[in-house]
């Protein structure tokens, strides 16, 4: 392992005014993305769709550190044969790679899941490698219901993240540790705040346990937000403050950064919740976004499968990424949302 390397590319994904584009959903996620917007999903309308958003050129090489891509986007070629990894790459941006297999249900622990794709990673590492990828993700599932998570679901999910981060580090490929608290449930703020502090403790056991070196890795968390069914919603600073203390109790230090995922917050929350975090200020790592949605959603719609939206899909795009980078600076202000409307 390259420590130094490691390290350099940890730190260049969270570079201040950057973060990462959550570009890899499955095919069927994306699927489901394509049928919101009435454009049928194949081979070309995810290539054209892709192609599109690496193709901003401005919102790539100003905000986007690196793009998160799916097994056939890794592979796949622009319209004028140049490779969509190569895009990526003159924009100045890193490729990533998602690497996990989904989630099944987890045997003996009825509604929840383990995430699969331990077997042959070593070797599919080296092929992303050749193939460009310079980091990679991998995500487990928690959900929150009456009883659940359990301790069963909870630590063999951070076993795998252990396992598949110490096999990244092997072939000098950063790991995004993607430990996800779902949002879904009726579940109130303090819930999540204790849920997510159980599953954080258990994957930073497991990273040390497996050797990973914190410093050649990037963690990607939920934030402390209630259920989206929950009837207590939080303020912009309630959700900044509970998840800074939460990040405080459990991320060391040696981590170079923390690159949240939007969970089905809207655009303009995942971006000021980000932004409120990043006013704090005296924080021991570097807080950005890995945001797949609340930077997806309005290109998505914006371009809705035709051509000639490209330009506007771009634009929306370009928008959402300049907003999450101020974020990341702490200089959102609500008004630049409005005077963009
Ligand atoms: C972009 O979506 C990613 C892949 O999802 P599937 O494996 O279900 O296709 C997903 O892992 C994403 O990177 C994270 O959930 C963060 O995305 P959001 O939309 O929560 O910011």
Redesign the pocket.
């Known amino acids: 392992m390259n420590l130094t390397e490691l390290n350099k590319i940890a730190r260049g994904m969270v570079a201040p005014g950057k973060g990462i584009l959550?570009?890899?959903?499955?095919t069927?996620?994306?699927k489901k993305r394509f049928d919101a917007i009435g454009v049928e999903s194949t081979t070309d309308t995810r290539r054209d769709y892709r192609e599109l958003l690496f193709r901003s050129n401005e919102a790539m090489s100003k905000y986007v550190s690196g793009v998160?891509l799916?097994d056939e986007t890794i592979r796949q070629k622009a319209k004028d044969g140049t490779s969509l990894v190569k895009l990526i790459e003159q924009a100045g941006s890193i490729p990533g790679i998602?690497v996990?297999k989904?989630s099944k249900p987890l045997p003996g622990c009825p509604g929840e899941l383990i995430t699969e794709g331990l077997d042959g990673l070593r070797e599919r590492f080296i092929e992303y490698r050749q193939l460009g990828a310079r980091f990679a993700?991998w995500?487990a599932v928690i959900d929150i219901g009456p009883g659940i998570p359990s301790y069963t679901c909870v630590s063999t999910n951070a076993e795998a993240l252990g396992r598949y981060a110490a096999l990244c580090q092997e072939q000098d490929i950063v790991p995004i540790v993607?430990p996800?608290v779902l949002m879904d449930g009726d579940h109130d703020m303090d819930r999540c705040y204790q849920v997510t502090e159980f599953v954080l403790k258990e994957v930073f056991q497991q990273l040390y346990y497996q050797k990973v070196a914190l410093e050649g890795m990037v963690l990607?968390p939920n934030m402390v937000v209630p259920g989206k069914k929950s009837s207590k919603q939080a303020s912009v600073e309630e959700v900044a403050e509970r998840t800074i203390k939460l990040l405080k109790n459990c991320v060391p230090p040696a981590v170079p950064g923390i690159a949240?995922?939007?969970?089905?917050q809207s655009d303009e929350e995942?971006t000021a919740h980000l932004d409120a975090m990043n006013r704090h200020g005296d924080l021991p790592w570097r807080l950005t976004f890995?945001?797949?949605?609340?930077?997806?959603a309005a290109p998505q719609k914006a371009w809705s499968g035709k051509n000639e939206n490209v330009a506007a899909a771009q634009r929306a795009f370009t928008h959402r990424a300049l907003m999450n980078s101020l974020a990341t600076l702490g200089q959102w202000k609500a008004d630049l949302e409005r005077k963009a409307a």
């Open positions: 959550a570009a890899d959903e499955s069927g996620t994306i998160i799916y998602k996990d989904g993700k995500r993607e996800e990607k949240f995922l939007s969970g089905g995942a890995s945001y797949g949605r609340a930077l997806q």
